[in-house]
């Protein structure tokens, strides 16, 4: 007999050939196609073989594992085997013929066996096809093998509308309907709790709202179910203790996000700014380091390294770090602005105006370009041209209240209060919670000499929160109102309370000293100023630094403010670091002259010329959409603190 073996390796042994008196059965295979491979099997395995005859044609059910291939013997085969075996042949060039059936079918298997076989074959294969698929069906229903999930893999939509949640949420929060956004998280956690990516929008939105401690709840339960591995709950997380002031608890959210993944370059940037804070400037730059080092370099790691060295005041060096940043990324307007910025403070108008231009290309419709550079003009005497660049600001972004902030104070300046009066309502309309809008409303009525109306609207502004430094400036603003109206008690209190915020406003120490002094109190005034000095923290450059401070600088303009004001006036100057910086001066120049009408016309679909009649058409749209989710959830009590007559 003769051995088949397939290209498969589990073979199916059968007779093949259908006289008992063959050695061998040479007739070609139904399939023309079909491989056929010869094996010598030394003689003695047909004991073995006829071992297996009764239970290859037991009318039971086999208990062999359903994964193994069946054995079937025939008649003819064993009757062969006894022949040869009584007389003593031991050839070892007798062959057993084998080969592997095609189970695609009963009908396929009747047709390759004998017709001896034929109906003991097709019981038992059929008997075997229930057994294997009973047991799969067995094996699917154990629990063991099922992932935890909330709900059956049956019931679980399809991928796509996760990605389709999370973009509705994110909808719905950007229009203030924090109600709905939150119940499509919600969903989207259930449906999918392996995925960290609705634990962190839901945080974000919560943290939005104020709502601290639900937010925590949710990052807890969001780093539980992804078994720690996720960086982004846990960086998240970190920057909500670092917001409420847990500074402690924060690096050790910080340094679990590295442990999960040392490439995620925001922790590494959201601990060291943490310890820049902190005044641990040398702990902060071994973190950037690390940082850099994993990220193989990006521009906001050499923005925010050069914003340190401009700090420090290293130009040269700050320019040269500010080229590669933009370097890696032209469309990155963050560093555009930063080194503008940077220009600004330095006088470097034309340099600065042109670092201006290049952000706006970068991003047209970044707020924080449009508003900085309007600044900037104004401050430069350009009104006109100041006021455009606000107004296109806020044609691109109506929801800011920023704009409209300093729109208010460029026209009570230049034009009339009654205008400002209208702009600052309608900042405080598009968003009730944003302080500095309270607190430079209440300054333009007292400067009108409208007392009451300013404590009134100083008073909303610390009721919206009372631990932030917007809350301890305006405290320290309300203490001058105090001081100079006579009541000087009340100053001191306000003056007291905003240091208990912030003690390090060298300008609120001052000023409590200067009230002192003018009330004859020359000690008191002198106890104030030794305070100041033994309580500041004494922040340390190292100028022998090792490249490589990493970031995700959040390109605010507060926070770009806080760090390129953090010295004061009366510090000396340090030495600029030598450095290279790339000629990107002379390249800008060579772009030719920036046309701002034709540019927005063109890439913003906005007339220059109408923008008043924008700002109307926006006014209408807003007085009559339906109210949002945000008005349902800002409280009556900060609602009623301020009555409407106090407001005209």
């Not at 093949?16 to 079909?34: G, I, R």
């Not at 013929?97 to 076989?117: F, I, Q, T, Y």
Request: glycine share 6%; aromatic share 8%.
């Amino acid at each position: 007999m003769q051995l088949f073996s397939p290209p498969k390796t589990r073979l199916t042994f059968f007779s093949a050939c259908h006289s008992p008196n063959s050695y061998s059965c040479t007739s070609p295979h139904p399939n023309p196609n079909f491989s056929h491979s010869f094996v010598k099997v030394p003689i003695n395995v047909l004991a073995s073989l006829l071992l297996l005859k009764s239970s290859c044609f037991s009318s039971k059910v086999s208990l062999a594992s359903p994964l193994e291939e069946q054995i079937i013997c025939s008649e003819s085969e064993a009757r062969a085997g006894e022949e040869r075996d009584e007389e003593g042949e031991a050839d070892e060039n007798v062959v057993l013929s084998v080969r592997r059936p095609v189970k695609e079918g009963l009908d396929e298997v009747d047709d390759s066996w004998g017709s001896g076989n034929e109906n003991v074959g097709v019981f038992e294969y059929a008997s075997k096809l229930k057994i294997d698929q009973g047991i799969s069906e067995f094996v699917k229903k154990m629990p063991m093998f099922e992932p935890e999930r909330g709900v059956a893999l049956e019931d679980k939509p399809l991928g796509i509308n996760l990605e389709l949640g999370l973009y509705r949420a994110k909808v719905l929060a950007r229009n203030f309907q924090f109600k709905e956004a939150e119940q499509i998280l919600q969903k989207c956690i259930m449906l999918w709790p392996e995925d960290g990516r609705p634990y962190v929008a839901l945080g974000k939105l919560l943290c939005k709202q104020s709502k601290f401690a639900e937010a925590r709840a949710i990052y807890e339960r969001g780093s539980q179910a992804t078994e720690g591995e996720n960086p982004y709950i846990w960086q998240c997380w970190a920057v909500l203790e670092n917001k409420i002031g847990n500074v402690r608890r924060a690096r050790e959210l910080f340094d679990a996000a590295t442990v999960a993944d040392k490439r995620h370059v925001a922790a590494w940037h959201g601990w060291a700014v943490l310890e820049i804070k902190q005044g641990n400037i040398r702990k902060a730059r071994n973190l950037l380091s690390k940082g850099l080092k994993y990220s193989k370099g990006n521009e906001y790691i050499y923005q925010t390294l050069a914003l340190l060295e401009a700090k420090g005041n290293r130009t040269e060096q700050a320019r040269y770090l500010f080229g590669q940043a933009t370097h890696c990324n032209p469309k990155s307007c963050a560093s555009w602005l930063a080194w503008a910025q940077v220009e600004m403070q330095q006088e470097n108008n034309h340099l600065a105006r042109l670092l201006f231009e290049k952000a706006v290309q970068a991003s047209p419709k970044n707020r924080f370009a449009w508003h900085v550079w309007a600044l900037f003009e104004a401050n430069q005497g350009n009104i006109e041209k100041g006021r455009k660049l606000l107004k296109i600001g806020h044609a691109l972004n109506p929801r800011d209240p920023i704009l409209l902030q300093s729109l208010a104070l460029l026209e009570y300046r230049h034009t009339s209060a009654n205008l400002a009066r209208v702009l600052f309502r309608r900042a405080s309309e598009i968003d009730p919670m944003h302080q500095p809008v309270w607190i430079a409303w209440g300054w333009m009525e007292w400067k009108e000499g409208n007392i009451n109306t300013a404590r009134e609207l100083y008073r909303r502004a610390v009721s919206i929160d009372s631990t932030t430094e917007s809350a301890a400036r305006c405290l320290q603003a309300w203490g001058v109102l105090e001081q100079r109206v006579g009541n000087l008690s009340a100053a001191r209190r306000l003056f007291k309370s905003s240091l208990n915020i912030n003690s390090q406003s060298y300008v609120t120490w001052m000023t409590w000293a200067a009230l002192e002094e003018e009330q004859g109190n020359a000690v008191r005034a002198e106890e104030i100023r030794s305070l100041y000095f033994q309580q500041r923290t004494e922040v340390v450059d190292d100028a022998s630094w090792a490249i490589g401070l990493l970031d995700i600088f959040d390109p605010a303009l507060d926070g770009i403010k806080r760090l390129l004001n953090c010295r004061r006036p009366e510090e000396s100057k340090g030495d600029s670091v030598g450095g290279k910086a790339p000629p990107f001066p002379g390249e800008l120049d060579a772009g030719g002259r920036f046309d701002l009408d034709a540019f927005v016309k063109e890439k913003l679909s906005l007339d220059a010329s109408k923008l008043d009649e924008q700002m109307e058409r926006d006014e209408t749209k807003r007085s009559w959409r339906r109210p949002r989710g945000r008005d349902v959830w800002r409280s009556q009590r900060r609602t009623a603190l301020l009555p409407e007559s106090t407001l005209t």
